[in-house]
């Protein structure tokens, strides 16, 4: 005789996917990301590493992400990775100047999980503080510190003036993926 759960029901909360089965005796939650993601960091040896239209080394560069910050990995191709900036752009970058961070990575990175996009960045670690960046659906957020609360982050862009976004994002809406 087999004994095959039946899933009763799917629950999404703190974008997770809570999947609740059910069997004979066994009572079972599988949680399962809502999305599989690889962060990189850029290690250029000088400001800033290019993102480019397609992945080669001659085509239409369409952005900089700067030394640093993070990037969300989508795809491998060749020597490039096709990656995700805060701004919400995707393009490509040379696999020899981001890091791919791995669990026991001393760089921690988290990825934007709004509902909708994008993510206020503020100046100081509380909802009244201006908004000095924002950071799209789905990107990578290099975290500096981690808090209960807030995680101060760098964002892979600039401000107008031309300085490096460094602020405060609410931990509710960034699931860091290279956690131990």
Known sequence: MSVRPMIRGILIMNGMIKVLSLGLLLIA?????AW???????????DPLNIRENSNQMANQIDKAFKGSALS??????????VKLNNGKMGYGSRDYIKKLTPKSPEK?????????PLNIRLNANMTSPIIGLASKNSALRISQIGKTWHLVMLNHTDKSGDIILGYAMSDFVSIINEQ
């Open 29 to 33: 939650t599988v949680t399962v990301p």
């Open 36 to 46: 599989a993601y690889e962060c990189g960091v850029v290690i250029t040896h000088r």
């Open 73 to 82: 990995i989508l795809e491998i191709s060749g020597t490039w990775y096709k």
């Open 109 to 117: 990175c988290g990825i934007v999980m709004t509902k909708e996009s």
